[in-house]
């Protein structure tokens, strides 16, 4: 059997608010497989994004295991963070968080070259991974020049770029209209799927949860 791609247990995380202690995480155990697309469902508040947060080693404060392709790093200092993020995951965030001054595939060639890749490979697998999300009239366009349709297409690009381990993704068609919130999570999972990687999608959406391959459900700070 294969090794899960994502393993948390015993995930804790609180905040202190006004000298009260508030527990968002109490102790969640979590498991993803490799190509595994898994459905983190929650209302808004229910630490969908904190438990995005720690799993993506964004923020500390956590307590309990996080391990990512293997590897214990819920211990791991700042500077080993930031090379588990750069190799082993990609994220896509309900603002797609483009460089406005970078035109579409500059977007997606830039992550590679810092993560070591050469000009031609990156732009290579940045053509190709724009051309596969329909994209391929916009390649020199800017985020301004693009819907949000496309500018969220963008953004499922770049986070495929180095091809990670595991995508997070935090409600990544919030900000768009229905019909093309549809067609924008029908190519991520399609691309997701033909890359390989596993993915942990947070929606508070069940239409949208329920194409997905697995559903979790955050409430009161554990999984169910």
């Not at 068609?173 to 942990?200: C, I, P, Y």
């Amino acid at each position: 059997m294969n090794s899960p791609v994502l393993a948390t247990q015993g995930l804790t995380r609180s905040f202190e608010q006004g000298g009260v202690t508030i527990e968002v995480l109490r102790g969640v155990d979590l498991s993803v497989g490799p190509g595994e697309i898994v459905a983190l469902l929650g209302p808004s508040g229910s630490g969908k994004s904190t438990l995005l947060q720690a799993v993506g080693l964004l923020e500390g404060g956590f307590g309990g295991s996080i391990r990512i392709a293997g590897a214990e790093v819920a211990q791991q200092d700042a500077a080993a963070r930031t090379v588990t993020r750069r190799d082993r995951l990609g994220f896509v965030y309900q603002f797609h968080h483009l460089l406005p001054d970078f035109t579409a595939i500059e977007n997606v060639v830039l992550p590679q070259l810092i993560h070591g890749a050469t000009q031609g490979e990156a732009e290579a697998r940045a053509d190709a991974l724009l051309v596969a999300l329909g994209l391929s009239h916009r390649l020199t366009h800017k985020p301004s020049q693009l819907s949000g349709g496309e500018q969220q297409r963008v953004a499922v690009a770049r986070a495929l770029a180095n091809r990670p381990a595991l995508i997070l993704a935090d409600e990544p068609t919030g900000n768009l209209d229905e019909g093309t919130a549809d067609v924008v999570l029908a190519e991520l999972l399609r691309l997701v799927r033909q890359e390989g990687s596993a993915a942990l999608i947070a929606t508070h959406n069940e239409r949208i949860a329920a194409k997905m391959d697995r559903v979790v459900r955050l409430h009161d700070g554990h999984l169910e």
